[in-house]
Structure formats: C-alpha cells, structure tokens
C-alpha cells in the first residue's frame, strides 16, 4: 500500500480566488490521478498525472481551471482556479503503482473546499 | 465503456447481522479488476478488497468478502458481522485492460443500527 498525505485537508475561499491542493506520497509511484466528489455524488476523474508528461484531462476539466503539476515522482499538486461555488467539493488524490488491472489505487485523505 | 451500477442508494441493517452491497458491471473485455472502497463521513477513500476476472476464487478480507458471478456480471461485497464502525458509503470500482482509470458507481451508504 501507500501513505498519502494531503493538504490542504480542508479550507473556505472566497469567489473568484485559486486554492492549491498539495499530494505527497511515501513511495514512488507512475501514476498519479486527482478526483472530484460533489456533494453527495460518486467520484469523477479529473485528470491523470504522469511524471514527465503533460496531464491527461478528461472530459469537462479544462487545464486552465485545473492545472496540475507533477514535478517528481512523488509529489503533486492541483490548483482549483477562479473559483465558484459549484467547485464546493472534495477534491482527492489518487496513486497507483502501474495502472494494470491488478493494481490498487491509492487514495489520499482528500481536501473538503467550500466555496463562498 | 465500462459501466458499474450500484441499485441501493442506501440500507440499514442491524449490528452483527451481515450485508450485501450489490454491484453490476458491464464489459466487453475479459480481463479487468473489481474494487471496492469503505468511504465513511470524513471523506477518505479506503480501499477494501479486490477480484479479478480470472481469479478462480472469491476474494475474502477478514469480515469482508466478494461473491463474483462473473456470468451474471456482480460483484457482490458481503460485510460479515457488521459492526457500527461499518456505517459508511461504499463504492464499487472497475478497471479493465488497458484502460488504467478506475469507473465508480454511484455507491451505498450503509447504516448499521444497534
């Protein structure tokens, strides 16, 4: 398994303004993923982090809104910009070692935002 | 695509009997992973058990364990004994080959009554 830390673990920002949510990870892993959960919702995908590559983002996440970075094999970041209240969620962060089918995904202790 | 649908939004069940969580998924490869993950109210994702496609087996967890009917494409999650601690949303996941992003479905929220 992997530890995964996050931060930070929750906060309340103001329209209009960016928060940035750090991910560390005690191990090194390939794959890295950031996920949303609305309110009472299930998670989504925002995008997937690779090392030494550009995010994948999936549909309906625009890099502009949520850029990520992923300097190393451990550590991430996701920043929420220009917010809105409609971006009140839990954010969390994600690891697997490989991306096969065998492999478990990791989740950080997520970062609960509240937008006013 | 991969599809999971989970047909209990929510269900209680009284302390020490045991649950079944149903999860249905749809896909058209044959090799993928079935995951399912405890999310209790301060938000963190904990991971539970696994099953894959050609395991020949039921996965078990200590009290947790898996009936997979791979014909009937479910997934079942059974929580033996069920404690207050289980009360929680549950979530079933699947990756299939080549695809290196899990799908969610829409989760259980179980409540475990004394």
């Known amino acids: 398994s992997a530890v995964i830390s996050q931060k930070p673990s929750r906060d309340i920002c103001q329209r209009g303004t960016s928060l940035t949510i750090q991910c560390q990870v005690d191990s090194q892993v390939t794959m890295m993923f950031w996920y949303r959960q609305q309110p009472g919702q299930s998670l989504t995908l925002i995008a997937t982090a690779n090392q030494g590559s550009e995010a994948t983002y999936e549909s309906g996440f625009v890099i502009d809104k949520f850029p990520i970075s992923r300097p190393n094999l451990t550590f991430s970041t996701l920043t929420v910009s220009n917010m809105s209240p409609e971006d009140s969620s839990i954010y969390l962060c994600?690891?697997?070692?490989?991306?096969?089918?065998?492999?478990?995904?990791?989740f950080g202790p997520g970062t609960r935002l509240t937008v006013l | 695509a991969q599809k999971i649908t989970q047909t209990q939004p929510g269900m209680f069940v009284q302390e020490k009997e045991a649950v079944t969580l149903d999860c249905t998924y749809d896909t058209s490869d044959p090799s993928y992973g079935l995951f399912w993950y405890k999310q209790p109210s301060s938000g963190e994702m904990i991971f539970l058990i696994y099953?894959?496609?050609?395991?020949?087996q039921n996965a078990t967890e200590g009290r947790y364990s898996l009936n997979f009917q791979k014909a009937r494409k479910s997934a079942n999650l059974v929580i033996s004994a069920s404690q207050l601690g289980d009360s929680a949303m549950y979530f079933c996941a699947m990756r299939d080959f080549g695809n290196e992003k899990l799908t969610f479905g829409t989760g259980t929220r179980l409540t475990i009554i004394p």
């Open positions: 099953q894959g496609s050609y395991d020949q």
């Open positions: 994600s690891v697997a070692r490989s991306g096969g089918i065998t492999d478990t995904q990791y």
